[in-house]
């Protein structure tokens, strides 16, 4: 460890993207019973989760979450999507 410099590798960012995904997609689910109070918080939950994925090249978990994020209504949304 040189310097005093923790070594972080690509398993601890994976597993780390484990932890956290599990987080936002309980979230997701539980904002699917409240659509229109949780719109925003699924919209951030979508975009993390693409954010993430696409740091470690999780393609299809990318791809998923931007589908999603597009559902939701786009970049930064200014209020919930028509359909809901």
């Not at 410099?5 to 993207?17: G, N, Y």
């Not at 999603?68 to 209504?73: D, T, V, W």
Request: aromatic share 6%; net charge negative; proline share 6%.
């Amino acid at each position: 460890m040189p310097h005093g410099r923790a070594t972080v590798t690509a398993a601890d960012f994976t597993e780390l993207f484990g932890a956290e995904a599990a987080d936002h997609l309980a979230q997701l689910r539980r904002l699917c019973h409240e659509p229109v109070a949780g719109w925003h918080a699924a919209f951030v939950a979508a975009h993390t989760l693409k954010g993430s994925a696409a740091m470690l090249d999780l393609r299809g978990i990318r791809d998923v979450a931007a589908h999603l994020e597009r559902l939701l209504g786009g970049d930064a949304p200014a209020g919930p999507p028509a359909w809901l």
